[in-house]
Nanobody, 123 residues
Framework: QVQLVESGGGLVQAGGSLRLSCVAS????????MGWFRQAPGEEREFVAGISSDGGTYYGDSVKGRFTISRDDAKNAVYLQMNVLKPEDTGVYYC?????????????????WGQGTQVTVSS
């Protein structure tokens, strides 16, 4: 059974940084596209960043230049470094994996999801 466990969320002031981690068990991530999504109360799930198995990265427009996604296949993990955080970055952050090597910005393309980690940015 595939499980994804996120960690690293918390409360931070605007301008601060957080690093989210997502560790997978039950399958190797080496040939999986992976993504980070977020969801604020009353909002739809939003694409944040994705990374393909070859290391190609993709970002949502609102986080470009501030967030960095990376992966460590040896640790079966994906990370999201978030800098210059803004109050509008607040939400529950989810990691997700696909059954193919490419990442995608469409949440329906992902098969497995973590339980989410809360990120709150105060102004």
């Amino acid at each position: 059974q595939v499980q994804l466990v996120e960690s690293g969320g918390g409360l931070v002031q605007a301008g601060g940084s957080l690093r989210l981690s997502c560790v997978a068990s039950g399958r190797s991530l080496s040939r999986s596209g992976m993504g980070w999504f977020r969801q604020a109360p009353g909002e739809e799930r939003e694409f944040v960043a994705g990374i393909s198995s070859d290391g190609g990265t993709y970002y949502g427009d609102s986080v470009k230049g501030r967030f960095t996604i990376s992966r460590d296949d040896a640790k079966n993990a994906v990370y999201l470094q978030m800098n210059v955080l803004k109050p509008e970055d607040t939400g529950v952050y989810y990691c997700a994996i696909r059954n193919i090597v490419y990442a995608s910005g469409n949440p329906y393309d992902y098969t497995y999801w973590g339980q989410g980690t809360q990120v709150t940015v105060s102004s």
